[in-house]
Every structure is written in C-alpha cells, then in structure tokens.
C-alpha cells in the first residue's frame, strides 16, 4: 500500500474525462470519482483523499461544470481513500452525503477501521451522513435513478450502485461494484481488528447477488478493476470500449476465482 499519493498528490493528477453519456471520470490515477450530470444537479462518487481534493475540484471545473451544483455525494464505502476529502468537499459545496447504513458507526466510531492508518496518516475529521442507505434505495434527481444495492464484504456497509446513462440514442446501464477488493478480508487483518470470518462469506454473497444485474458499463472503484485509463485511450468517435456489456460478469468471476484461491 503507497502512501505517496498522501504525500504528493499532485503526482497522481490525471485529466478528466467523459466515460459514455453525461458520465464523467474526475478521479486520480489511483483512486476512481465519478460524476454524473443529472440535468438537475451532480451526483459525484466518493471524493477521494483530503490530500487530493483540490484535484477533484479542478477536474470538475476542467469538465465546464460547477462543484457548487453538486447535490449527493455518494461513497462506496467507509474507507479514506473514497470518503476522506468528505469532509471539506461537503463544508464547500453544500451536497448532501449518502453512506451504507452499516458504515456509518465506521465513521463515528472507528477510525481504525477507515484504512487511514494503512495509509500512514490518521482521520481527522468526519462527517454527517444525511442519508443512510439500506438495500434497494433508490435516488433519484433529473434525469438519474440510481439503485442501491448493499454489498458486505469489504466493509459492513459497502453500497453498489446502479444507473443509466444515454449514448448513441440508446441507454446504457451502469454498475460498480463498492468493494471488491480483499485487504480487509486477510487473516492478519481480522485477527487484529476481531472481524468475524463470516465477512468472508459476505463477500462471496454479494457476488452472487451482483452477478443478477444487467450491466453494459462496468466502472471501478480503482481504475485498475476496469481498465480505465486502457479503454479511455482506445476511444474513438466511432468506438467506445467502456461499453461492454461481458466486462461485469467477467469482473465478478474473477473475484470469486481469487477470493476463493486465497480463502481455501
């Protein structure tokens, strides 16, 4: 785990990007935030590090678009790298947050649970969660109805959403996955922070369950889970390799085939 992002953001800079329709790509080079222009408000996805809010701030208005306009911020999941820059992003912008039900004791009362440690630094500050989210919520705003599926695993409250966006006149839907990744799941993890094994069992429900849901464009909670940057530079105005509808199945499978290798 690299704390240099921590340390020098600014070399994790990447130019925004639109991903298909009125989705955009406004994260960093490690950690994915993604906008989406509703037509009546912005919902933004996680905000990435205190250290690195600047970044997303810049990204958004490189993109023509007003951070002040952004109306939900919507996390993942209750770890620093995904909900740190909340804090001041929420304080400058007046957005109301939206954080798994399960996850909002992490952010009261758990720091040590946040991954700041990991990333050699400590939390500061938290925030207010105006809306707990529980299984199968769903927000709507302008054009925009994105579904909430509650995904344990990686974190108790871990949320994966689901929406539309409209490209080459046709509807495209949207899904990531809020945690797929296992660091929080190894045997040293647990054992020193007392997590029941049966998280690993979480883990591997939520797959299941994910797998029910149709998705064309698969965008990641990192841009390494789905190729970002790689299918960002392979887009033409006649191809866009974001749409790809065999990329979510083959995603969860490949969680599974991991998740179990390490686990048997």
């Not at 992490?106 to 969660?129: A, K, N, Q």
């Not at 929080?184 to 054992?191: C, Q």
């Not at 190729?227 to 390799?241: G, I, L, M, S, V």
């Amino acid at each position: 785990m690299t704390t240099d992002i921590c340390e020098h953001p600014w070399k994790h800079a990447v130019t925004p990007f639109r991903i298909a329709g009125e989705l955009y790509y406004v994260g960093n080079r490690d950690v994915s935030c993604h906008l989406i222009d509703t037509g009546e408000g912005l919902v933004l996805l996680d905000t990435g590090f205190p250290q690195t809010v600047y970044l997303l701030t810049e990204s958004i208005r490189r993109l023509g678009f007003d951070p002040d306009d952004i109306a939900w911020i919507l996390h993942l999941h209750a770890h620093y790298d995904h909900c740190g820059g909340t804090p001041a992003l929420a304080e400058l912008t007046g957005a109301r947050t939206a954080l798994g039900q399960a996850d909002v004791t992490i952010i009261r009362d758990h720091p040590e649970l946040t991954w700041t440690p990991e990333y050699g630094t400590e939390w500061h500050e938290g925030f207010d969660v105006d809306r707990p989210l529980d299984d199968g919520d769903v927000i709507t705003i302008g054009n925009t109805d994105i579904r909430c599926i509650h995904s344990p695993g990686h974190t108790p409250g871990t949320m994966s959403y689901f929406f539309s966006v409209e490209e080459s006149g046709r509807a495209w839907r949207v899904g990531i996955h809020g945690g797929p990744g296992v660091n929080t799941l190894t045997d040293e993890y647990m054992r020193k922070h007392n997590l029941p094994s049966s998280r690993r069992d979480d883990y591997l429900r939520t797959l299941f369950r994910l797998r029910e849901q149709t998705v064309d464009i698969c965008i990641g909670a990192h841009p390494g889970q789905n190729q970002t940057f790689d299918r960002q530079a392979a887009k033409t105005e006649d191809h866009n390799p974001f749409i790809d509808p065999g990329s979510w199945r083959a995603f969860l499978d490949q969680l599974d085939a991991r998740a179990r290798m390490q686990w048997r």
